[in-house]
């Protein structure tokens, strides 16, 4: 006879948080949202702990370069999309890693031997007007002059007109050498009235722009996770169960922090058989994460096989049908705190804390709350990240919004067959996502600051100033639907919203 577990799959809005005593201690400012990303032992720390407990799904849609930049410079960390060609995975983990704050490496290059229709195209589909003159057109070339929209006329140079003739020759530009610091470059371009100071290395090849104008934003960041001993971002990337005996290597050699195994159900054989390869291989050189699991089982399958990290949620995702699909599935909240009773006992019985990750379904920003409190370590989410300018993706309008795009990795889209392909040799048949639209919300620093100071709040009002402490003293009540509708305005006529 099948097995049938007596609890009902329930979901984060069908709970609230208790306010707890708030102490005069108690106020966001003193809140702190470290978090361990990877397992520990007992009395030790873990070896990457995240300055703030979110970390950007593995999807082609919310973790490219760009976006995993701004998270790691707030203090999470993004997971690269592995549904790719491992070069170009490993191109966006080397990005990343060889990100200085206000140095750009440049997108816009071309040599003096193209034409103004040239340059006009390329500011086309740069929006950037800063174009780098290299002897090869690359943006790491011998660098040989620069064009701005200072050195052209649109309408009276002939589009037949060559860069060279353009161009700010090389000898009449100011530049800096590579090693300079960023107050050192803006000093330079203090001095002598510039918008862009070209980098270049002994061999006079560009390396990076410094530009006048992003000096303020890069001035603070305390929350930046950043590696203690080169001061580099830090980033994870996603892998599958298929060809990560070529992938890791790559992934590895580019520099990427942590892995993280990308499946919508992560307890299979195919996982075991990746994760033992990975520590037989690298030891805890290389730090990897698992998933997805939903109940207790699957945690310790996983942990046994060596993950450093699990992550919980199978179905719960924005864009995912697979519970519509494949029937396969479990409520989150239901899923989070099994497997969280699982990792403490799992500490009690080792003295080996091993980091959950509660994946998909975050909606509100209480949320985050009530998933931190229901021993989630950190959350991972793929929505709420879609839909900053960080994101990869293109911002449409429609009607009079503004919206991003937004699809499931086990959409038709995402073709990213390995991860909903159970490993046999058969390509996947059926979609488990969706492609569709989220609302445009702007830059990822505002939105992450009200989310963040919404949580902050909410744990204070708990009267904890830790994750670790929500985790122990959060309490926590379930409701009923007459109790959510109350939750809401209800029983007056609402005003029409701007
Ligand atoms: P959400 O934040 O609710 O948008 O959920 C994101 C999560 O959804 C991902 O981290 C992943 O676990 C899951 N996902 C991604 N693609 C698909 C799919 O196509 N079914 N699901």
Same mark, same amino acid.
């Given at each position: 006879m099948a097995i049938y577990l007596n609890d009902v799959s329930r979901t984060f809005g069908e709970y609230l948080l208790i306010p707890g005593l708030t102490t005069k201690q108690c106020v966001p400012s003193n809140v702190s949202l470290r978090t361990p990303l990877v397992k520990f032992a007992k009395g030790e720390k873990s070896a990457i702990e995240l300055n703030i407990p979110l970390v950007s799904a593995i999807m082609q849609s919310v973790s490219g370069p760009e976006l995993a930049i701004e998270l790691a410079r707030n203090g999470g960390l993004s997971f690269i999309f592995g549904s790719q060609p491992i070069v170009s995975q490993a191109e966006m983990v080397r990005k990343v890693k060889k990100f200085? $704050?206000?140095f750009v490496v440049s997108d816009s290059n071309l040599t003096p031997e193209n034409t103004l229709a040239d340059i006009l195209s390329l500011i086309q589909k740069t929006e950037h007007s800063t174009i780098g003159i290299t002897d090869d057109g690359t943006p790491n070339g011998k660098l040989l002059g620069m064009v701005t929209s200072r050195d052209y006329r649109v309408g009276v140079d002939s589009p037949d007109k060559k860069v060279k003739d353009l161009m700010t020759p090389f000898s009449k530009l100011t530049v800096g050498n590579l090693g300079i610091s960023l107050s050192d470059a803006n000093q330079i371009i203090w001095d002598h009235k510039l918008n862009t100071l070209p980098i270049i290395d002994k061999d006079q090849n560009l390396c990076y722009f410094v530009f006048r104008k992003d000096y303020d934003s890069h001035k @603070? @960041?305390?929350h930046e996770l950043s590696d203690n001993s080169d001061k580099k971002l830090l980033v994870g990337a996603g892998i599958n169960t298929r060809d990560y005996k070529e992938r890791v290597p790559a992934l590895v050699e580019a520099g990427v922090d942590v892995l993280c195994i990308d499946s919508s159900d992560g307890y299979s054989e195919w996982q075991y058989e990746t994760l033992r390869w990975i520590k037989e291989t690298y030891g805890n050189q290389v730090l990897v994460g698992a998933g997805n699991v939903v109940d207790q089982e699957g945690f310790q399958y996983l942990v046994d096989a060596g993950a450093d990290f699990v992550k919980v949620g199978i179905g719960?995702?924005?864009?995912?049908i697979t519970r519509e699909q494949k029937g396969i599935g479990r409520g989150q909240a239901t899923a989070l705190i099994d497997v969280a009773k699982a990792r403490d006992a799992h500490y009690a019985k080792t003295g080996m804390y091993v980091p959950i990750c509660s994946d998909g379904g975050l909606v509100h920003d209480y949320h985050m709350v009530l998933a931190l409190a229901m021993g989630a370590d950190f959350l991972m989410m793929g929505r709420y990240f879609a839909r900053f300018d960080e994101s990869p993706t293109k911002k449409l309008r429609i009607g009079n919004n503004y919206v991003k795009e937004y699809w499931g990795e086990g959409s038709n889209r995402a073709q990213n067959w390995q991860r909903y392909d159970m490993g046999g040799s058969e390509s996947l048949k059926f979609e488990e996502g969706v492609d569709s639209y989220v609302p445009y919300a702007g830059k990822m620093k505002d939105n992450l600051k009200l989310t963040l100071g919404k949580v902050k709040a909410t744990m204070c009002s708990c009267g904890t100033l830790s994750i670790e402490e929500l985790q122990k003293k959060a309490k926590i009540t379930m409701v009923s639907s007459t109790s959510i509708v109350e939750g809401? $305005?209800?029983d007056v006529i609402l005003k029409e919203q701007s």
């Open positions: 200085k $704050a206000g @603070n @960041n305390p719960g995702g924005s864009i995912c809401g $305005a209800h």
